[in-house]
């Protein structure tokens, strides 16, 4: 018997969330796979009473909970309406529940709900916490301007295994195009003091072996790459992640306090100009 692939979304209610939903189901459908809609409430934290109200209809705080996920579950029906979907109420902070429940799903998808405004910062900690933690891939919507445009690539020295098979997956499912960029680091005001240079043998042999490797994975997508030389990493993704409808990213993941997910990676995921894809897999046992 063959296990139903599952995409896990989280669903507050909120309209960032809504977004997540909305993609969520798009992307589910594109990769055969079903939808799980998940909802935290936080009442059990602030009330042991969360039953009915006597004598009025429909109402409670778990009543209210379950509105919510109903919300979620309607959302993504009118997206896709033939989209395998279940819904899954928890009670207690998302952080304790969303890593849990996304082991073994295709991807785990958040809103990018945050303060905004504070310091240009727009995702909030629950979707940063799960990028650094959870054990699946997590993407991350603040907007989807551009749903036709390419998928954005970006690697490091490694390679980012991990990244190019999410992002060949993607590119694969949607017919999208596929950049992939390599971020070479050169500091400010570097090439007043020097004489520019106008080759990176290494830099382009790795980025001409990620292409191969990509063209190799998804067979009939258009594939190009593009080396790129900025004094920050972060600023160079960022940049060139306008007109994507996805930019992937890959992640140190090791731990401070809860995990982290590098600075190039934490910074994308507040600034990109299009949904973030942070490609964490399980951690290898050490």
């Not at 409670?60 to 033939?82: F, H, I, M, S, W």
């Not at 290494?202 to 990620?210: C, I």
């Not at 299009?274 to 951690?283: D, G, I, N, T, Y």
Request: a negative charge; charged letters at 20%.
């Amino acid at each position: 018997m063959t296990e139903t692939r599952t995409i896990v979304v989280g669903y507050d209610g909120s309209e960032e969330a809504k977004r997540a939903v909305q993609w969520a189901a798009r992307h589910a459908v594109l990769r055969g796979c079903s939808l799980q809609i998940v909802h935290c409430s936080l009442w059990v934290l602030l009330s042991h009473n969360r039953g009915p109200v006597p004598g009025v209809a429909d109402s409670g705080l778990e009543r209210a909970a379950q509105k919510v996920l109903e919300e979620g579950l309607a959302l993504a029906k009118e997206t896709v309406p033939d989209l395998e979907v279940r819904t899954t109420l928890l009670h207690g902070m998302p952080r304790d529940h969303l890593a849990h429940v996304s082991v073994g799903a295709v991807m785990l998808v958040l809103g990018s709900r945050g303060l905004g405004g504070f310091m240009g910062l727009l995702v909030g900690s629950v979707s940063l916490e799960m990028a650094a933690t959870a054990e699946c891939p997590v993407a991350v919507i603040r907007s989807d301007d551009h749903p036709e445009g390419r998928v954005l690539l970006a690697i490091d020295d490694s390679g980012s295994p991990a990244a190019l098979e999410d992002a060949c997956l993607f590119a694969a499912a949607t017919g999208a195009e596929l950049m992939i960029v390599h971020v070479l680091h050169e500091p400010d005001g570097y090439r007043r003091l020097r004489e520019p240079v106008e080759a990176y043998p290494d830099a382009e042999a790795l980025l001409d072996s990620v292409l191969s490797q990509a063209r190799h994975k998804a067979p009939g997508i258009t594939v190009a790459g593009e080396l790129l030389v900025d004094a920050s990493f972060s600023r160079a993704v960022v940049k060139a992640s306008q007109g994507a409808r996805l930019t992937v990213v890959g992640t140190k993941g090791h731990g401070l306090i809860k995990g982290t997910i590098g600075s190039t990676a934490h910074a994308v995921l507040h600034h990109a100009h299009s949904p973030v894809l942070v490609s964490r897999r399980k951690a290898e046992p050490t």
